[in-house]
């Protein structure tokens, strides 16, 4: 089957850097991406991996390692509005293309 | 560009009723994703269609539930005889392309059932 592993919840102080790491045993892979969700919101795009290596987006960084299907995302100089769920999500090629999400990791930001 | 349109953003239903729930993806997107989420959850994948097709449905229930997505119109999530396990948040999601890369989301539909 298919499965993503995040954890559940992190937190941090304003200002700060954190990393939240996924890992993921799937089959088809084709990349792995991170969407932010704000209570009662909806997901909202923020990094895409296809190959191995580093993006960096701003304050957001993603990384991908696909020989050691691992990925996380660093959040720099963390401010409140931060505080949302994070949520690795693998993208399938099944066929059909689809994408998978993990649990989510709940970011709590503290003055 | 209005993004992803969802509708209704509330629905209350009583077990057995049916619900529909309402997708028209952004301007240029072909493809259509549905995703449900429960309280604290993450998001599950249950639909991905394309205009007038199922491409991968193995995330929907084989029974009561049903999507299309017609040549004209909105995409429709169909939940019938639903239960009270169905009150969920009920996402849409549509990209550009067929690589599922980007997926943007509309506002969800939070169904009730009492």
């Known amino acids: 089957g298919q499965s993503l592993e995040q954890p559940s919840e992190v937190t941090a102080v304003e200002g700060a850097i954190v990393q939240i790491n996924c890992t993921y045993q799937?089959?088809?892979?084709?990349?792995l991406s991170w969407y932010q969700q704000h209570d009662g919101g909806a997901p909202t795009f923020l990094s895409y991996?296809?190959?191995?290596g580093l993006e960096e987006t701003g304050r957001f960084s993603s990384f991908l390692s696909r020989s050691d299907s691992y990925g996380y995302l660093l959040l720099q100089e963390l401010q409140m509005k931060d505080s949302a769920s994070y949520f690795c999500a693998v993208s399938l090629n099944t066929g059909g293309f689809k994408t998978i999400f993990g649990a989510g990791t709940r970011l709590f930001v503290k003055a | 560009n209005a993004g992803v349109m969802q509708n209704p953003r509330h629905l209350v239903r009583r077990r057995g009723q049916e619900a529909r729930l309402r997708c028209s993806p952004m301007?240029?997107?072909?493809?259509v994703y549905w995703y449900r989420q429960l309280p604290e959850e993450g998001l599950k994948f249950m639909v991905y269609?394309?205009?007038?097709?199922?491409?991968?449905e193995s995330g929907m229930p084989k029974e009561r539930f049903s999507a299309e997505f017609p040549k004209e119109g909105p995409s429709i999530l169909r939940i019938q005889q639903v239960v009270r396990g169905d009150s969920a948040a009920y996402f849409c999601?549509?990209?550009?392309?067929?690589?599922?890369?980007?997926?943007?989301f509309g506002a969800g539909s939070r169904l009730t059932v009492l």
């Open positions: 301007k240029g997107h072909s493809h």
């Open positions: 269609l394309q205009k007038e097709n199922i491409i991968d």
């Open positions: 999601a549509s990209s550009q392309d067929s690589g599922a890369n980007v997926l943007t």
């Open positions: 991996n296809a190959l191995d």
């Open positions: 799937t089959s088809g892979f084709y990349g």
